[in-house]
């Protein structure tokens, strides 16, 4: 598997990761950066990973701005597109068809909908029944909701090809985002998958991201 770390486009957090020359890269989009400033910070990440992805603004409430979280999405669909970046990860939302007419709202293959811990897209059988052709598959998430090791390598095998992201963080079933190894997953199992993903621990410290960064070299000794 392919592993690499995930930021904002702040320049420090990215000068702080690119020393890594991570393989693959993720960044969290806030709803007041411009397009100018992502296809800025796209073009430097760009010159040293291969492997980039836009993670949808999640600074508003969904269930009330449904609107604005469709023009934020196309403005990462726009960018994934002209960049012709790895892909954009989407959030369902609460309602399946909602969801569905998000999803459609977009209209691009760029498009990556993640799984969550609640409500709509939470377990396999909604995963696998989804017309979704491109899965963000965050392993946290899915531990949260089985329980279970094997339970989860389960899904990630009856998904197949259709897991073209991962979203890497512990889980003891309970707690969201814990560092690599605090948890019950069993990571050996996870780094043998042929992916790709980004490492994605909670992490107050965003500039050095001495989580992330601690986590992203421990997946490396597996």
């Known amino acids: 598997m392919l592993v ?3 930021s904002s486009i702040n320049p420090e957090e990215i000068r702080n990761r690119e020393r890594f020359a991570p ?24 010159g040293f990973t291969g492997n980039l ?4 603004p999640n600074d508003f409430d969904a269930n009330k701005d449904q609107e604005l979280n469709l023009q934020l999405c196309r403005k990462c669909v726009r960018l994934a597109e002209k960049n012709d970046l790895y892909g954009v990860v989407v959030h369902p ?22 799984n969550l811990t609640h409500d709509y897209f939470r377990t396999m059988k909604q995963m696998l029944e989804s017309p979704f052709p491109r899965i963000v598959f965050d ?5 949260m909701v089985c329980k279970n090791n094997d339970a989860m390598m389960e899904w990630i095998e009856a998904l197949g090809s259709r897991v073209s992201w991962m979203h890497l963080a512990d889980s003891d079933g309970e707690t969201h985002g814990q560092r690599i ?8 199992r996870v780094k043998r998958l042929d992916g790709k993903g980004i490492v994605e621990v909670v992490d107050e ?18």
Request: proline fraction near 2%; charge should be negative; charged fraction near 30%.
């Open 93 to 114: 939302l609460p309602e399946k068809k909602d969801t569905l007419d998000l999803w459609a709202g977009l209209d691009s293959d760029k498009v990556m909908v993640e």
């Open 181 to 188: 190894g605090r948890g019950k997953i069993d990571w050996s």
């Open 4 to 6: 690499g770390l995930k």
């Open 139 to 143: 392993v946290c998430h899915a531990f």
């Open 205 to 222: 410290n965003e500039v050095t991201a001495e989580e992330k960064i601690g986590s992203y070299l421990k997946l490396k000794w597996f």
């Open 23 to 46: 393989p693959c890269y993720e960044f969290y989009i806030r709803k007041t950066d411009s397009e100018n400033e992502i296809q800025e910070a796209i073009e430097h990440v760009l």
């Open 53 to 56: 992805v836009l993670h949808q």
